[in-house]
């Protein structure tokens, strides 16, 4: 019986143009994390990363939030100094809690294009000091739950939705949906009210319905030219920042396949203290950070200092 759902209509469009990042000599459309939209509490940063050898992204620390990676062409290969090394190919996910401290590289495995998603989740203070490795995990695109229903297809990547679970669970709680939605097609995906969520167009056209007569149709692509999902030659990738309701409505107003991803997730609600890698509660605590890093200590033990340099 279809009822009639409270649906989150647009509250803010961002373009997420293209910018070079740190001095990896690699490009990313940055979503969330750019000027306009700083941050939406628990995402601190979403970049679409676009990544050819021999850059890439060094050793470099983290501590305080955890990072999701999603390979959508190509590998990346991650060394961590907790001794753990692994890569990831597309359709796959590694899911990193950096806790009180990791220093990683994150290097293409691959020849030619390597790119991807990377989404930085901050920690709740009670978190944000534990001990990197144990909540480590990679999955296998052959373990990502994937539903087909009216012309969409739905990869449960982080969290669980449509009754399907994603073995990746985050404190706190998020929910990373992919979708590949045909022309015409349309989706209604429940999000917990209290959540924050937005969607990231990687190619196509959507629309996101006010309500169930009109369908606003707020991104038109139409400089992007898809010959497959692969080689989207240029486009202007759109965040589109979800306001108040229990559900949206997505609909591929398009002539081509429509490919985004819709992310959502409890708000933390604690003071916000970022300084490129390190996201704490306080400056004091930020300090701290630097401290241990430069003096490979609490978390940066093995941090290899001639060849760690901050990307800013
Ligand atoms: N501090 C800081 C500053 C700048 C950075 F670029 C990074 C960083 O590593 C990344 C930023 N986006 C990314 N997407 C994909 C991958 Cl694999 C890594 C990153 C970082 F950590
Ligand atoms: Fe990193």
Known sequence: TRRRWRLRRVVQKVVAVEQAEGRGGFRVHRSIGRKELRRLDPFLLLDEFHVRRPAGFPDHPHRGFQTVTYML????????NCGHSSTIYKGDVQW??????????????????????????????????????????????????????????????VGECLGMKSVVKTTPPVCYLDFLQEAGASVTQPIPND???????????????????????????????????ESVESGAHHT???????????????????????????PIGEPVVQWGPFV??????????????QHAQNGFENARKASCRYIR
Do not use: C
């Open 280 to 293: 704490m509660n306080t400056q004091e605590e930020i300090d701290q950070a630097n401290h241990d890093f």
């Open 96 to 157: 990193m809690v950096s806790g009180r401290g990791v220093v990683h590289s994150e290097m293409p495995a691959s020849e030619g294009d390597n790119k991807g998603l990377q989404l930085w989740i901050n920690l709740p203070a009670s978190h944000k000091m534990t001990y990197p490795g144990k909540f480590y995990q990679e999955l296998s695109a052959s373990r990502i739950p994937s539903v087909t229903t009216d012309g969409t297809t739905v990869k449960v990547v």
């Open 240 to 266: 589109l920042v979800l306001g108040e309701g229990e559900a949206v409505t997505v609909k591929n107003i398009g002539a081509e396949r429509a490919h985004f991803i819709l992310v959502a997730g409890a």
């Open 73 to 80: 062409k190509g590998g990346f290969h991650h060394q961590d």
């Open 195 to 229: 959540w924050n969520a937005f969607i990231y167009v990687l190619s196509g056209t959507v629309g996101v319905v006010k309500d169930e007569e009109s369908v606003e149709s707020l991104i038109i692509l139409s400089d992007v030219v898809v010959k497959d999902e």
